[in-house]
């Protein structure tokens, strides 16, 4: 009880000097806390904004050249072919899995109700790669893309329009463009398009459409780790693209290439930086709110000098003074530095609470939710039990290594 007694009197000895040493750490803590819960919640988003599709995907766009080559004039449209298809799937490196596309738009039709629909002729595949929804029912499989069923797998908003009447879409036959659709599935569509979308089998659209010429191709890629493999590899597309529609290869009009594995990186490296820079920031507040500690703990060793001097000469030990001094600095950087912490963590959860409701439902895809790691409250809490022990260690250690004569005689 005496030593905590004495702790105590030292402190209130000096409210205001406390005060302020204490108020430098927990705005440092507070600071650190806010500044990486927004790092986090800018982070989760963009992670949350790629995991709509998967992040080793290629996507080929049908293009117009734009300088001649071999006879061949500019402004030539190129389009993608079975030949395309047949490339990628045999010859092509890295290719995992590859899913065509080809859409046609008319209007759907359920009894008395219709409503403006975007079918697309996919393969299976495409649904793992664009990490399709399913919210009931089931999806395309191969069986339904092999025997070309007229099957659909139609979005929610299809479902609002056409089943609002409650019944279940799941076996019900819908028209579209003259033919017969048995629904399957319903996924989650997009928000913020415009209109209701269905999946139905590649080959089921390909042969009521007769569609030979495809402005997209889709497909996955294997053993592309960086952005350099990432940056070759589309070269090598487009070297051999070039060969197979007969443009320049330096054309990059002719055909668009977009990787969003490559796109993935490149943004995650951006704000793995911002996250290095956003903990710079923070740790330089916090130490100078350290640095403060360990001033005023000098300064507070040096205006006791005469009184360690004494109670040496009565006996008290080395480690009792040392452990009395490092027991107040820690406790100053413990209480404050918890204060901070936790108006940190109130003001990232209500700011939190704010933005998701202001989010939600709006056009603005790129979710935005600050939030805070459990771990990085923990790293804080050790970081700042450390610090309160420097801080008042080495004062104390220079202050018990007077001799009590020259300690009691110190001006």
């Not at 080793?56 to 734009?66: A, D, H, I, K, V």
């Not at 449209?77 to 010859?91: A, G, P």
Request: hydrophobic share 45%; net charge neutral; charged share 20%.
């Amino acid at each position: 009880m005496d030593f905590w007694r004495e702790i105590f009197m030292a402190l209130s000895r000096n409210k205001l000097r406390t005060f302020l040493t204490g108020f430098a750490i927990s705005w440092g803590i507070f600071i650190l806390i806010v500044l990486l819960a927004a790092g986090n919640g800018i982070t989760n988003g963009i992670t949350q904004e790629f995991s709509d599709q998967s992040k080793n995907t290629y996507m080929l766009f049908g293009g117009e050249t734009s300088k001649p080559f071999r006879g061949h004039g500019t402004n030539r449209s190129i389009w993608f072919t079975d030949k395309d298809i047949r490339f990628l799937e045999n010859e092509a490196q890295h290719v995992d899995q590859v899913s065509p596309t080809i859409n046609s738009s008319g209007f759907a039709y359920f009894g008395d109700q219709s409503c403006s629909v975007n079918m697309r002729g996919v393969r299976p595949v495409f649904q793992s790669i664009s990490n399709v929804d399913l919210v009931k029912g089931r999806l395309l499989n191969e069986r339904d893309e092999r025997q070309s069923e007229k099957v659909a797998v139609i979005d929610d908003a299809v479902e609002k329009h056409l089943f609002d009447d409650g019944t279940s879409p799941i076996g019900q036959f819908i028209i579209v463009n003259g033919i017969a659709y048995k629904v399957v599935g319903v996924y989650e569509g997009d928000p913020n398009s415009n209109g209701g979308g269905a999946l139905v089998p590649f080959s089921t659209l390909k042969k009521i459409t007769n569609q030979r010429y495809y402005w997209m191709l889709r497909f996955t890629v294997k053993g592309l780790e960086t952005k350099e493999d990432n940056e070759a590899y589309t070269e090598y597309l487009r070297a051999q693209l070039a060969h197979l529609h007969e443009f320049d290869p330096d054309d990059h009009s002719a055909v668009y290439i977009r990787s969003t594995q490559e796109e993935y990186l490149q943004t995650m490296k951006i704000f793995n930086t911002l996250e290095l820079f956003i903990w710079i920031i923070g740790f330089a507040m916090l130490a100078s709110g350290i640095v403060g500690v360990s001033n005023i703990m000098r300064i507070t060793v040096k205006e006791r000098t005469n009184e360690i001097g004494i109670r040496k000469a009565l006996g008290a030990k080395s480690r009792s003074i040392l452990a009395s001094i490092v027991t107040e600095s820690v406790l100053i950087t413990a209480i404050f530095g918890y204060i901070g912490m936790w108006l940190g963590m109130v003001v990232a959860e209500a700011s939190g609470s704010i933005l998701a409701k202001i989010q939600e439902g709006n056009s603005f895809s790129l979710n935005i939710v600050p939030s805070i790691d459990i771990r990085i409250v923990l790293m804080a809490t050790v970081l700042l039990i450390v610090c309160g022990v420097l801080a008042g260690f080495f004062p104390a250690r220079n202050a018990v290594k007077v001799k009590p004569i020259e300690a009691m005689n110190y001006r």
